[in-house]
């Protein structure tokens, strides 16, 4: 069963095409990868999945939900880890779990109980009541990590969720991710790391100005056409992922 559809995509600013008719189906329990160079579409594509902004044209639906008609009904549904930082530095890592539950209406009862149970998944309950100024870039992660999943969500955007970590800190998010999956939650992703995306990934959208080339699973791209990731990419596109 798909979870996300998207047919004939397409998002314009003025004369920028930032997606042009772009088709895509995303499998319920799946890890579905977006990879590509800067300015490709991967964040665009994954802001109107989680109804940041509207397509130009095309449709895309997210649990048969049109993202036009019912964006409130999605969001209700999903939980975002965006690429940048914006945890309140105001409060302590505590306190920016239970703010943010507010917004899904959760009981503050439960929210103490959930908050407390994702602290101890990202591995942060003794960084609690610190404020988050202390915490290393990793901790950030984890942290934003934990707060989407605040709402118990079907599925989990995830725009570069590593960037920035060192190698220890990228495998902690990675065996948490993993461990997300197994439950059945869907991810969707965007990573410039190749190695991230053949660990995790069932299938990937490799893209490209705005268009995606192709779609499959990373074992199946390497064995037709390259040993890795990387090598599958500048092949098919002849160009660097970080240009």
Request: hydrophobic share 40%; net charge negative.
């Amino acid at each position: 069963m798909n979870i996300v559809t998207a047919k004939d995509l397409t998002k314009c600013y003025n004369s920028l095409c930032a997606l042009d008719r772009i088709n895509f189906e995303i499998i319920r329990g799946e890890c579905f990868g977006f990879i590509g160079p800067n300015g490709a579409g991967k964040t665009t594509a994954m802001s109107i999945i989680y109804c940041f902004m509207p397509p130009t044209s095309g449709e895309v639906k997210v649990f048969d939900i049109d993202v036009t008609e019912s964006p409130g009904e999605i969001k209700a549904r999903l939980g975002v880890m965006p690429q940048d930082n914006n945890l309140d530095p105001d409060l302590s890592v505590f306190e920016n779990l239970i703010v943010y539950a507010r917004y899904f209406d959760i009981a503050k009862k439960d929210a103490l109980s959930l908050a407390w149970e994702l602290l101890d998944f990202v591995e942060l309950r003794e960084k609690a009541n610190v404020k988050i100024t202390s915490l290393s870039g990793g901790m950030k992660r984890r942290l934003l990590l934990a707060r989407a999943l605040i709402n118990n969500p079907e599925l989990l955007i995830l725009d570069e969720a590593t960037t920035g970590l060192d190698p220890h800190s990228r495998h902690s998010v990675w065996e948490q991710l993993n461990q997300l999956k197994s439950k059945g939650i869907t991810l969707v992703l965007t990573t410039h790391y190749m190695e991230e995306a053949e660990k995790l990934c069932d299938r990937v959208a490799i893209m490209d100005s705005g268009k995606i080339i192709t779609i499959d699973s990373p074992a199946r791209l390497m064995g037709i056409h390259g040993s890795n990731l990387e090598e599958v990419y500048l092949k098919l596109t002849g160009r660097s992922l970080r240009e």
